[in-house]
């Protein structure tokens, strides 16, 4: 697995509108034929602070995603309201083995 | 879902034999009646840093983690492969809903 932990601290004014747009793309991201996991988490305490959990079977699954409407509308939508830009960390998936 | 995103940096020498206890305790906790995931994360860039994200479907399942022969083991077995105490965040899984 190709796992990407994306690290994003909301403005507290935005949390909802941002757990909604993260809803949209759970959704339509979990549908796509190389996605493993695409698990939203909000910090138990600090709920400005979000993780994405994104696994991939290949990187060029992962690589896909960057290109999909879902990605780019959820990009563009939560731009502004973030703290600061987001950090994404690259992970291998060493268990369970997909 | 209720998360822990355990972070561990772990010697460089004993890289190898923490995997294999990781491979041991997840192959086990994925049998538990609430555990929903146990994935095990190595860092892309720097491979003595590891996550293990676990995931319970209540609070009461992820406490009866703790309880279980192969956490203990686990616990004990890699207590001193670590360079620092491991980190252990809490979140809300807010999707998938589960």
Redesign the interface.
């Known amino acids: 697995?190709h796992?990407t932990?994306v690290h994003v601290i909301v403005k507290a004014e935005y949390i909802d509108k941002f757990?909604e747009a993260?809803?949209l793309n759970?959704?339509a991201s979990?549908q796509e034929s190389g996605n493993f996991?695409?698990?939203?988490?909000?910090?138990?305490?600090t709920p400005q602070k979000f993780?994405l959990?994104e696994?991939y079977k290949s990187v060029e699954d992962a690589a896909a995603h960057k290109n999909t409407s879902h990605y780019l509308n959820w990009r563009e939508t939560v731009a502004n309201w973030m703290v600061e830009p987001r950090q994404g960390?690259?992970?291998?998936?060493?268990?369970?083995r997909v």
Request: glycine share 4%.
């Open positions: 697995m796992v932990l757990i993260c809803r759970h959704q979990i996991r695409f698990d939203i988490l909000q910090n138990a305490e993780v959990y696994s960390v690259r992970y291998q998936g060493l268990f369970p």
